[in-house]
């Protein structure tokens, strides 16, 4: 599954060429989309849901990357001490990672 952000000026060039390559189908997609309000095929519901979620949570941390990556520090901090719990040892690139973020 992919994304594609394009200008709808740029998508109606591309109206009625051959679909040999995906820039073709995206015109189609777009155009029945528009006529119709549904997906031309059946639709990618749980990709959509999970998009949603995705920003949703991204703009709940702040909506930028410094946000991301103490959410991300975080989680390997919390894998870290938990694999050591468990007598597991943590790659020394992990280690490293996690002092130079700090």
Same mark, same amino acid.
């Given at each position: 599954?992919?994304?594609?952000?394009?200008?709808?000026?740029?998508?109606?060039?591309?109206? *009625?060429?051959?679909?040999?390559?995906?820039?073709?189908?995206?015109?189609?997609?777009?155009?029945?989309?528009?006529?119709?309000?549904?997906?031309?095929?059946?639709?990618?519901?749980?990709?959509?849901?999970?998009?949603?979620?995705?920003?949703?949570?991204?703009?709940?941390?702040?909506? *930028?990357?410094?946000?991301?990556?103490?959410?991300?520090?975080?989680?390997?901090?919390?894998?870290? &001490?938990?694999?050591?719990? &468990?007598?597991?040892?943590? $790659?020394?690139?992990? $280690?490293?990672?996690?002092?130079?973020?700090?």
């Amino acid at each position: 599954m992919g994304f594609v952000f394009v200008r709808s000026g740029v998508l109606e060039t591309l109206r *009625g060429q051959f679909a040999r390559r995906w820039r073709s189908i995206w015109h189609d997609q777009w155009a029945y989309m528009e006529k119709t309000t549904q997906w031309r095929f059946t639709p990618p519901t749980h990709v959509v849901v999970a998009l949603n979620a995705a920003l949703e949570q991204y703009i709940g941390e702040g909506g *930028g990357q410094p946000a991301r990556l103490a959410r991300y520090t975080r989680n390997c901090e919390t894998l870290v &001490a938990g694999m050591a719990r &468990a007598g597991l040892p943590a $790659r020394s690139s992990i $280690r490293r990672s996690r002092r130079r973020s700090s």
